[in-house]
């Protein structure tokens, strides 16, 4: 378990290595064991190299790797001097992230030797002054954060003896749905408290687990998602990850370690699911999912158990890059008919000093059973916007930061999601959640997966618009969906329009709903239909 009351990762990095024996095993990559005196070793290799460059508190350094070990040891020994992490998704064009680079004056970028040419050719076409470091032998003999460091040298000679609250660690960017991406920093108290908000997702679970268990990772690690790491880490779980993050290596990856649970988003999930040869693996040893990113729907939850007969929990983080990442969770059994409740009910993580408060529109709280926007404040929050005043003000008031989802007020720090203020559907005068009528049809038979979107309409200002993904071509037809809807849901929000599509459009990376691309889709329909009624 974690230590309480450490305000720093520098602290909590410390106390996990004294109080941990130096032969636990870690974390498994590919089909290797990290131990904890593995990974010692290797930060305090690291710490030694980066300090002879010269980072030291204030000092930025990014980094863009595959998924590897050496992300971890990259984090840490970056930490321990002070420095600013700023992880960079590999798949960033060059030139964008030599933009990512230049805009939080990096003074050194962390890569491969097989990256090396190109992002260093993009760093001199822009002509950048960060310098290129690699984590493997380096193509033109430059620093290489493999060599050996000089005979007798002591890493507890160049860290900082005490690491304060508020030195910044790292910069990371938002995915946009708060509006357009935007970057915030982040601070060692801010990450510190998501290492405890991290620990309240993965543990306790209703199965017990004195002896810890173990989770396939389907994260990217050269992203924000490094934070959440080191909560799992801190916590006592084995996590076993591989280079390849695709669906099929991840299946193989989690077979061969036996896991007992996965952590992915739902989307990586269906990904899984519609591998041809899933059948063909061992699934006996998983007990339980963890996501983030979307909600599991009651279809995903049921194919799942199908599938991983075993599966008897399952547990959702909710959060921003502006809270840090996880600040709520969801969690719940898994029952044998793989019926589960909404999942979009979430909790305050306890203990990490963290609090929320739901209001109207005149900023005032509403009552349990009310609904209205989302605010947060505590430890997790950071301070703002780098070099965006504006957008801070707007979002960022007396500590609280104003998250844009609409939530009903549940009482006792939970809270049940229902969307973005900006996806609301106004339709005739109500609001509509998307979210919520999103919900409603994942509960019928045959339906595998859906979204819902607001599209203009002359008369109501704006109509409801549902795609619909069907288990079997002929699983569920319109008047079933209609008769579904009209038997629970207020008029207003029965949907106007059904699509039945293939798949929902989802986003890169990240997993989440393309709410732009469907409404381009149902505008498109819109014209189509038009144009019938014209010819």
């Known amino acids: 378990m974690i230590t309480p009351n450490l305000k720093t990762v520098n602290e909590l990095y410390s106390d996990f290595i004294q109080r941990t024996p130096p032969e636990t095993p870690l974390f498994g990559f590919n089909e290797q064991t990290i131990t904890l005196a593995a990974l010692r070793a290797r930060v305090d290799a690291y710490t030694g190299h980066l300090a002879r460059l010269g980072v030291r508190p204030g000092v930025v350094v990014g980094y863009t790797l595959p998924n590897c070990p050496e992300v971890i040891y990259l984090y840490f020994a970056i930490s321990r001097l002070g420095g600013c992490a700023l992880p960079l998704y590999p798949v960033i064009p060059d030139r964008g992230k030599v933009g990512l680079l ?197 279809s995903l939850m049921q194919r799942l158990k199908e599938k991983f007969p075993n599966l008897n929990s399952w547990g959702n983080g909710y959060g921003l890059i502006e809270t840090s990442d996880v600040i709520m969770v969801a969690k719940g059994p898994v029952p044998a008919d793989g019926v589960v409740p909404a999942t979009g009910k979430v909790t305050l993580v306890e203990g990490v000093g963290n609090q929320i408060e739901v209001r109207d529109a005149a900023g005032e709280c509403v009552p349990v059973g009310g609904e209205g926007i989302l605010y947060v404040k505590g430890p997790n929050v950071v301070q703002g916007y780098l070099g965006n005043p504006e957008e801070t003000a707007r979002s960022f008031t007396d500590g609280w930061f104003c998250t844009g989802d609409v939530v009903r007020n549940e009482g006792d720090g939970s809270v049940t999601l229902l969307g973005r203020q900006k996806h609301l559907i106004k339709r005739g005068g109500k609001s509509v959640s998307p979210v919520a009528v999103q919900n409603h049809l994942n509960k019928l038979a045959g339906v595998k997966d859906s979204a819902v979107v607001g599209v203009p309409h002359p008369l109501y200002g704006e109509m409801v618009w549902a795609f619909i993904v069907r288990q079997a071509e002929d699983a569920v037809q319109l008047k079933d969906v209609m008769k579904h809807c009209r038997a629970d849901l207020p008029n207003y929000m029965v949907p106007d329009q059904v699509t039945f599509v293939p798949g929902i459009p989802k986003k890169p990376g990240v997993g989440k709903v393309d709410v732009d691309t469907m409404k381009a889709m149902a505008l498109k329909e819109l014209d189509s239909m038009a144009g019938a009624n014209n010819d």
């Not at 970057?183 to 990450?191: F, K």
């Not at 799992?232 to 990850?241: D, E, I, K, T, Y």
């Open 102 to 298: 230049q805009r939080a004056k990096a003074q050194w970028v962390v890569t491969t030797g097989q990256q090396y040419a190109s992002l260093k050719e993009a760093l001199t076409q822009a002509e950048s002054e960060c310098q290129v470091v690699t984590v493997d032998a380096h193509p033109d003999g430059g620093v290489s954060l493999a060599a050996a460091l000089p005979t007798g040298f002591d890493p507890d000679s160049v860290i900082l003896r005490q690491t304060p609250p508020h030195l910044p660690l790292l910069i990371a960017a938002s995915s946009g749905t708060t509006g357009t991406p935007k970057s915030v920093l982040m601070t060692q108290s801010n990450l510190a408290a998501e290492v405890y908000a991290a620990s309240g997702l993965v543990l306790p679970f209703t199965d017990d687990c004195p002896q810890g268990y173990s989770t396939a990772m389907a994260f990217p690690l050269s992203t924000a998602a490094m934070i959440v790491v080191s909560g799992v880490m801190f916590s006592g779980v084995f996590m076993v990850f591989s280079a390849d993050v695709s669906p099929v290596e991840f299946i193989k990856m989690a077979s061969r370690w036996r896991v007992d649970s996965f952590s992915a988003p739902p989307a990586f999930y269906e990904a899984i699911l519609s591998l041809p040869m899933l059948d063909s693996f061992d699934r006996a040893s998983v007990k339980r999912v963890l996501g983030g990113m979307d909600f599991f729907s009651p």
